[in-house]
């Protein structure tokens, strides 16, 4: 990751926490700490000052020696919300009843650099909460820390709510998301202080649900698996699989074994054509026929393939599990001394060995129930497709084969006559031209025939070469031939002197 990139991401998580803890400001959900209990923050006067710590990022970027200032635009700068709540008395003053602090921090440091960001640690939080002013007298305080970065295990642990000060620690997580953290007595509050919306978490759940769309006609996808990969309460995910499922048609939301699935439960039922009336009609008729089974078997059969492949993936994870301790069990093995130590271990490999094969036997039945299940729901569905496609029978397809014949013979006729007509046109000639042509033509034989004779008499090569050059052109005028010869020589075309 560039350095660029990374300091502008930071700066990007500092803006949502503070935007969204100004948002806050006029939640009246938001309940604080004050000296009248907890109350909404709506009930009182608030003061709200704002601040950074600009001046630090310049003379850090000054003695690390990057004072760009296009730099120090990208870069997170340490934002501040301090709101104090008060109440008034006696009409003209007012008195602090309790104070809200928000916090920004950053690796500022590691960023200049570019150096990879690290978490807070328990001494740097430790750090940042003694550098805040010293709270009002009296007056208790919520202080909400951000780190752009995360914070570590131990840091975690300086969320604590006292009689003075309740502390929350806000992340952001690998998910896309925020991580609040805070002491169980604030679950409620520490909810609040998570910059993502409700509307946002779910966008978050439809994504992976699309991202795991093909696991839908099998196995399905699982809500504590999508809500471990997202990050997100089990509850919001299972509410959401269950919205998804009645907006796509289709999909069902079911809890299996104990957990909530969602799988496709049957294809994309046709539209009836008579509308809502006629549905009507097709299901009294279905319910009097007893057309309906085969819905109820491809719905049976879904669910049932859905629990089946459920608990094949459980059995993948177990086995996963028992190979990983096999191994460390070999490894353990070459390590340890003494012979008993190496039978106990022997013996544990054993009993393992033996679980897995019981383990591989049970993924096999599985495997062949998984087929068999999905064969039949294939066939069903074959079925149904085959009874929704309301095809033609044979007589309809024979009478348009007929139509379509006829409309083809009656395209190839006019398509010839158009070729008649159009050949007639442009390559025709009339009795009267035909007859100059042909005037034409043997004028230009004459000449021709002519030129040539001129020239063989003369016996110039020149004057030969020049009524070839004639000869060819049946538009010009033929040239007038050169004789070089005596005046006496008598010319072919005229009478010889007797």
Same mark, same amino acid.
């Given at each position: 990751?560039?350095?660029?990139?990374?300091?502008?991401?930071?700066?990007?998580?500092?803006?949502?926490?503070?935007?969204?803890?100004?948002?806050?400001?006029?939640?009246?959900?938001?309940?604080?700490?004050?000296?009248?209990?907890?109350?909404?923050?709506?009930?009182?006067?608030?003061?709200?000052?704002?601040?950074?710590?600009?001046?630090?990022?310049?003379?850090?970027?000054?003695?690390?020696?990057?004072?760009?200032?296009?730099?120090?635009?990208?870069?997170?700068?340490?934002?501040?919300?301090?709101?104090?709540?008060?109440?008034?008395?006696?009409?003209?003053?007012?008195?602090?009843?309790?104070?809200?602090?928000?916090?920004?921090?950053?690796?500022?440091?590691?960023?200049?650099? !570019?150096?990879? /960001?690290?978490? @807070? %640690? =328990?001494?740097? +939080?430790?750090?940042?909460?003694?550098?805040? $002013?010293? #709270?009002? &007298?009296?007056?208790?305080?919520?202080?909400?820390?951000?780190?752009?970065?995360?914070?570590?295990?131990?840091?975690?642990?300086?969320?604590?709510?006292?009689?003075?000060?309740?502390?929350?620690?806000?992340?952001?997580?690998?998910?896309?998301?925020?991580?609040?953290?805070?002491?169980?007595?604030?679950?409620?509050?520490?909810?609040?202080?998570?910059?993502?919306?409700?509307?946002?978490?779910?966008?978050?759940?439809?994504?992976?649900?699309?991202?795991?769309?093909?696991?839908?006609?099998?196995?399905?996808?699982?809500?504590?698996?999508?809500?471990?990969?997202?990050?997100?309460?089990?509850?919001?995910?299972?509410?959401?699989?269950?919205?998804?499922?009645?907006?796509?048609? !289709?999909?069902? /939301?079911?809890? @299996? %074994? =104990?957990?909530? +699935?969602?799988?496709?439960?049957?294809?994309? $039922?046709? #539209?009836? &054509?008579?509308?809502?009336?006629?549905?009507?009609?097709?299901?009294?008729?279905?319910?009097?026929?007893?057309?309906?089974?085969?819905?109820?078997?491809?719905?049976?059969?879904?669910?049932?393939?859905?629990?089946?492949?459920?608990?094949?993936?459980?059995?993948?994870?177990?086995?996963?599990?028992?190979?990983?301790?096999?191994?460390?069990?070999?490894?353990?093995?070459?390590?340890?001394?003494?012979?008993?130590?190496?039978?106990?271990?022997?013996?544990?490999?054993?009993?393992?060995?033996?679980?897995?094969?019981?383990?591989?036997?049970?993924?096999?039945?599985?495997?062949?129930?998984?087929?068999?299940?999905?064969?039949?729901?294939?066939?069903?569905?074959?079925?149904?497709? !085959?009874?929704? /496609?309301?095809?033609? %029978?044979?007589?309809?397809?024979?009478?348009?084969?007929?139509?379509?014949?006829?409309?083809? &013979?009656?395209?190839?006729?006019?398509?010839?006559?158009?070729?008649?007509?159009?050949?007639?046109?442009?390559?025709?000639?009339?009795?009267?031209?035909?007859?100059?042509?042909?005037?034409?033509?043997?004028?230009?034989?004459?000449?021709?025939?002519?030129?040539?004779?001129?020239?063989?008499?003369?016996?110039?090569?020149?004057?030969?070469?020049?009524?070839?050059?004639?000869?060819?052109?049946?538009?010009?005028?033929?040239?007038?031939?050169?004789?070089?010869?005596?005046?006496?020589?008598?010319?072919?075309?005229?009478?010889?002197?007797?």
């Amino acid at each position: 990751m560039s350095e660029d990139f990374d300091s502008s991401r930071h700066r990007q998580l500092e803006e949502d926490f503070i935007l969204h803890v100004e948002r806050l400001l006029a939640d009246p959900r938001v309940r604080l700490d004050t000296t009248r209990g907890r109350r909404p923050i709506v009930g009182f006067h608030r003061i709200v000052n704002k601040s950074d710590r600009s001046i630090d990022l310049r003379r850090l970027m000054s003695e690390m020696g990057k004072p760009d200032r296009d730099l120090e635009s990208r870069m997170p700068h340490g934002k501040v919300v301090d709101v104090t709540m008060a109440e008034r008395r006696f009409f003209f003053f007012r008195s602090p009843v309790g104070r809200l602090r928000a916090v920004c921090a950053s690796p500022t440091r590691l960023l200049l650099s !570019g150096q990879a /960001a690290r978490p @807070l %640690d =328990g001494g740097d +939080v430790a750090r940042i909460l003694a550098e805040q $002013p010293p #709270p009002l &007298a009296n007056v208790p305080s919520t202080m909400v820390l951000l780190s752009t970065s995360g914070f570590t295990i131990d840091a975690r642990e300086a969320a604590e709510r006292r009689a003075d000060r309740t502390v929350l620690l806000v992340e952001p997580n690998g998910a896309g998301g925020w991580a609040v953290h805070g002491p169980p007595a604030t679950a409620a509050l520490s909810d609040l202080f998570d910059p993502e919306s409700e509307l946002d978490k779910r966008d978050r759940i439809r994504q992976q649900i699309d991202a795991v769309k093909i696991d839908l006609e099998g196995s399905g996808a699982a809500a504590d698996r999508i809500a471990e990969k997202t990050q997100l309460p089990l509850s919001l995910v299972e509410s959401e699989l269950k919205s998804f499922a009645k907006a796509n048609a !289709g999909l069902v /939301a079911k809890r @299996l %074994d =104990g957990r909530m +699935v969602l799988f496709r439960q049957s294809a994309d $039922p046709a #539209p009836a &054509a008579g509308g809502s009336k006629m549905a009507f009609i097709d299901n009294v008729k279905a319910l009097f026929l007893r057309k309906g089974d085969t819905e109820k078997k491809i719905a049976f059969l879904a669910e049932r393939r859905a629990l089946l492949s459920q608990q094949r993936d459980r059995g993948y994870e177990d086995m996963g599990t028992l190979e990983k301790r096999e191994a460390e069990l070999r490894a353990e093995f070459n390590t340890v001394a003494g012979d008993l130590s190496r039978r106990r271990i022997t013996s544990q490999l054993l009993q393992l060995r033996k679980d897995i094969e019981r383990r591989q036997q049970l993924l096999s039945v599985l495997n062949q129930q998984i087929n068999v299940v999905g064969t039949h729901l294939h066939n069903l569905q074959l079925v149904q497709q !085959g009874s929704h /496609a309301n095809l033609p %029978d044979s007589d309809e397809l024979a009478s348009d084969a007929a139509a379509a014949e006829d409309v083809l &013979a009656t395209l190839e006729a006019d398509n010839e006559l158009a070729d008649s007509v159009g050949a007639s046109v442009h390559g025709g000639l009339s009795a009267e031209e035909q007859a100059l042509y042909e005037e034409l033509m043997q004028d230009h034989a004459k000449q021709t025939q002519a030129a040539q004779d001129a020239a063989q008499d003369a016996g110039s090569p020149n004057a030969s070469a020049a009524a070839t050059s004639v000869s060819p052109q049946r538009t010009s005028a033929p040239a007038a031939p050169q004789r070089t010869s005596s005046p006496s020589t008598p010319q072919r075309s005229e009478p010889e002197a007797g």
